[in-house]
Nanobody, 126 residues
């Protein structure tokens, strides 16, 4: 599967933004998926994860109650709705996918993901 993240941009603190990840090559319904982010000089970190059917989700504590991960398997697309954005959310956001037979499985570990998109820049100004 090939992944392409898009929708990043510049937003003021307190604002909202939705980033998307378009999948091609194979049906995205076969993959559990996640969002990670990497700020300059920092390690890539987990943001959110979702199971194949979308029934299971998980969030990093830093984004819980502000970000929502979702997916539309019919459109082969993964989403991350980001609300109440803070300057510390500034990073390149990457989508990732990992093929699993379990429809409920999710992972917060970047090493579990085999496929990665190229990333989209999100910048939050104060």
């Amino acid at each position: 599967v090939q992944l392409q993240a898009f929708g990043g941009g510049l937003v003021q603190a307190g604002g909202s933004l939705r980033v998307s990840c378009a999948a091609s090559g194979r049906a995205v319904s076969l993959y559990r998926m996640g969002w990670f982010r990497q700020a300059p000089g920092k390690e890539r970190e987990f943001v959110a994860a979702i199971s194949r059917t979308g029934t299971s989700t998980s969030y990093a504590d830093s984004v819980k109650d502000r970000f929502t991960i979702s997916r539309d398997n019919a459109r082969n697309t993964l989403y991350l709705q980001m609300n109440s954005l803070k300057p510390e959310d500034t990073a390149v956001y990457y989508c990732a996918a990992d093929r699993r037979s379990s429809t409920l499985s999710i992972s917060r570990l970047r090493y579990d993901y085999e496929y990665w998109g190229q990333g989209t820049q999100v910048t939050v100004s104060s």
